[in-house]
T-cell receptor, first 112, second 115 residues
Framework: DGGITQSPKYLFRKEGQNVTLSCEQN?????MYWYRQDPGQGLRLIYY???????QKGDIAEGYSVSREKKESFPLTVTSAQKNPTAFYLC???????????FGDGTRLSIL | DQQVKQNSPSLSVQEGRISILNCDYT??????FLWYKKYPAEGPTFLIS?????DKNEDGRFTVFLNKSAKHLSLHIVPSQPGDSAVYFC??????????????FGTGTRLTVIP
């Protein structure tokens, strides 16, 4: 069954720590995206990658980093430089056949 | 600056009636507009899209209307069902297909369908 898997579903971080959110897809999609959702707001783009070993900053990339070493995986690291990391993080992917972006079920990150 | 706006944070409709969700945008370069449905603690699920060269797209109970001159689109759900209760996000993209490039999202409208 194809889809996007984000893990963990809930994540807690102490201030000053980096934390990595996992996103894996078995849809054979070339492009992958990371969005952030805050209460009462729409999704905002953090980073995206159109192809392996290449990625671009989105609107709110400060304090985040990504890697795209494999087509299936696009992990997001929330660094200690991100001042307001508490949010719901969503990963998405898309291919080049005219289909819309598919989303995972998200990871909720909270600061202890 | 918010390029896609949903000015109604919530909407309540009786089961069987029509639900109309509205969305406005500012960027005339958008090529596609999409509607996503989201349940709590889940990712958004794609519902329907429309190309900027069309003014209407229909899929079962869901119809999206686009008014380019007004930079406005709307999603009609007829008839509304209790299972339609969710948050609906309007999104827009500038690209060759609906999933191309990054999406710009509105803030969402929470639809409640009352049985």
């Amino acid at each position: 069954d194809g889809g996007i898997t984000q893990s963990p579903k809930y994540l807690f971080r102490k201030e000053g720590q980096n934390v990595t959110l996992s996103c894996e897809q078995n849809l054979n999609h070339d492009a992958m995206y990371w969005y952030r959702q805050d209460p009462g707001q729409g999704l905002r783009l953090i980073y995206y990658s159109q192809i392996v070993n290449d990625f671009q900053k989105g609107d709110i990339a400060e304090g985040y980093s990504v890697s795209r070493e494999k087509k299936e995986s696009f992990p997001l690291t929330v660094t200690s430089a991100q001042k307001n990391p508490t949010a719901f993080y969503l990963c998405a992917s898309s291919d080049g056949s005219g289909q819309p972006q598919h989303f995972g079920d998200g990871t909720r990150l909270s600061i202890l | 600056d918010q390029q896609v706006k949903q000015n109604s944070p919530s909407l309540s409709v009786q089961e069987g009636r029509i639900s109309i969700l509205n969305c406005d945008y500012t960027n005339s370069m958008f090529d596609y507009f999409l509607w996503y449905k989201k349940y709590p603690a889940e990712g958004p699920t794609f519902l329907i899209s429309i190309s900027s060269i069309k003014d209407k797209n229909e899929d079962g109970r869901f119809t999206v209307f686009l008014n380019k001159s007004a930079k406005h689109l709307s999603l009609h759900i007829v008839p509304s069902q209790p299972g339609d209760s969710a948050v609906y996000f309007c999104a827009a993209s500038a690209g060759d297909w609906p999933g191309a490039n990054n999406l710009f999202f509105g803030t969402g409208t929470r639809l409640t369908v009352i049985p």
